[in-house]
């Protein structure tokens, strides 16, 4: 029994030796500017065992970045674990996404630098954050333009506030008013009232 499951334990080894090094060289730069032959001697592999499990680079890419977003996905699942209302879901997420970027910034690196973030709503990893814009727009909370376009407007902000606290370091009063002043933006964008989404934003 030991030698028939072998080759699979050594076929996840090799894979997670190769994302493991895939990690580490993306933290430094983009995947367009990584060798594959930097990859293998980094995971100590065999050039041909990187082919074995991926086409290419924006497929390795696409991997990582994966593992990086299901472990983000679960942080934002646990914390609207007792939420029900869909803003407070909504915005929720971005409050995560934050305390993310903070606590794991090499990371959020490797989730922003991947080139492979899904948009469509029809994606996996997006099926939360879409049952919430699709509750709340039954709900009639939103405007007519965030029933169709509000979920690619909420990733946009939700990358672009990770990339900014990745790059500027904020400590945790400025990272907190960063998050209220976005949230305020972000949730008056989607059709929410302004007195609400400051409340939400800056709670006394």
């Known amino acids: 029994m030991a030698s028939h499951n072998a080759p699979s334990s050594r ?28 990859v293998v001697a980094k995971a100590g592999v065999a050039k041909g ?20 977003r299901l472990e983000l996905e679960a942080r934002v699942t646990q914390a609207n674990s007792a939420i029900a209302d869909p803003i407070e879901r909504i915005a929720g997420g971005l409050r995560v996404c934050i305390e ?8 959020t690196t490797v989730l922003l630098r991947s080139h492979s973030n899904p948009t469509s709503r029809a994606h996996p990893l997006n099926r939360g954050l879409a049952a919430d814009f699709e509750a709340a727009r039954a709900q009639g909370l939103l405007c007519p333009e965030a029933s ?11 990358q672009a506030v990770m990339a900014n606290v990745v790059e500027s ?15 305020v933006l972000g949730l008056t964008g989607l059709g929410i009232d302004r007195d609400r989404a400051l409340t939400m934003a800056f709670p006394k």
């Open 100 to 107: 993310f970027a903070r606590d794991q910034p090499k990371r």
């Open 169 to 183: 370091n904020p400590g945790r009063n400025e990272a907190q008013k960063r998050l209220g002043e976005m949230l």
């Open 49 to 68: 065992s990187f082919f074995n499990h991926f086409s290419d680079k924006q497929d390795f890419a696409s991997a990582i970045a994966t593992e990086v």
């Open 11 to 38: 076929s996840g080894r090799t894979r997670a030796a190769l994302i493991a090094a895939g990690f580490e060289l993306l933290v430094d730069r983009p995947i367009d500017a990584i060798p594959i032959d930097d």
């Open 148 to 158: 169709e376009s509000g979920i690619l407007f909420w990733m946009g902000i939700c």
